[in-house]
């Protein structure tokens, strides 16, 4: 090396601190995971995300997989799900990672993954059990006709249109709350895929669907009940649910943004769910269509709320995005800590169709 040269290098490694590395301070992966965990109670699946893999990276254990996961899921990015719980043999983990495999697209590896997690279960999960042979029977699903059909609300409390099942004429509820499609046994008995099922001007092959009595839903509306259009089918065909026109419009592609939006969320990999704020106070609302309520609170969440002593309650504000509404009328006892469970977030309530 010309000696200028090997000056120069000298004089550069002392202003360096010579041939050191500066190095990052090392990751508590225990603490990394309770930041996680405390960002996700904060409603902020972005910070428990970037918590969660750097615990991971760190050698964090199972709770920062699932972390991680479900916050992933939650902002959409269902490959990092995926990644997170790689190798993982636990059966809940397992049909997590089933979840985020069919939200990534891969309902082929969906469908090897929630059949290891069935054969390690000591006893079968009902989703699991019957998403498998909805898998099956439709490993590439929902192929697209046309481009655009709007459907006449039928004229009961909750939404409800008329569609036709492969050849079978019916009335099908929109239910966010359910996963996948909905079949009443009269319709189908056992759960597969519908080969066609018409929306108008739409149709949409290989809808996956299992199968679920839908009798006391039939009974409370008065009139026979056929099938649940759950979120997975109402979320690839951009559902725009029109309350006071009294429609509902069907699209191959999603419209072009507009109005006062909020951000929507997959929480578990299925429970469509909001963050928002009740009077001033953070919550996660799920979002479900068939509910015949305006607002229905878990029990945690009523109790936080002072005054409040009976079942039906005007709460002051709700804030969902840009949009506030005042005075909006709100239930107890309609959801139990169970629901908050089903969706593993701090839930506090569900926006309903009422």
Sequence with gaps: ??????????ALLIACGGAQVARAPAVDPDAATRRAAEAWAGLDPEAALREAERALEAGGGPDARESAARAALALGRPERAVRALAGIEDEALLRLRGAAQIAAGDRRGALATL????????????????????????????????????????????????????????????????????????????PGAIDELGLGALRVRGVPHVVRSLEAISAALGAEIGMV????????????????GGRVTFRASPPASGGTSAPCMALGGSFLAAPATLDGRPAWLTLDTAGAYPLALTPDAA????????????????????????DIPALRGVLDEGHARAVAAPVSGSVGWG
């Design 303 to 326: 109790e936080g709320l002072d005054g409040w002593r009976s079942d039906a309650v005007t709460l002051g504000a709700l804030r969902l995005g840009a949009l506030q509404v005042e």
């Design 1 to 10: 090396m010309p000696l200028g040269l090997r000056a120069a290098w000298a």
């Design 229 to 244: 259009i759950g979120a997975e089918l109402l979320v690839r065909l951009a559902a725009t649910l029109d309350g006071p």
């Design 115 to 190: 059949e290891a997690a069935e054969r390690r279960a000591r006893a079968p999960d009902p989703w699991a059990s019957a998403m498998i042979p909805a898998l099956r029977a439709a490993p590439e699903p929902y192929a697209v006709e046309g481009a655009e059909a709007t459907l006449p609300l039928a004229p009961f409390p909750l939404p409800v249109v008329s569609v036709r099942v492969d050849t079978v004429e019916t009335l099908a509820i929109l239910g966010s709350g359910a996963h996948v499609a909905v079949l009443d046994p009269s319709i189908r008995n056992a």
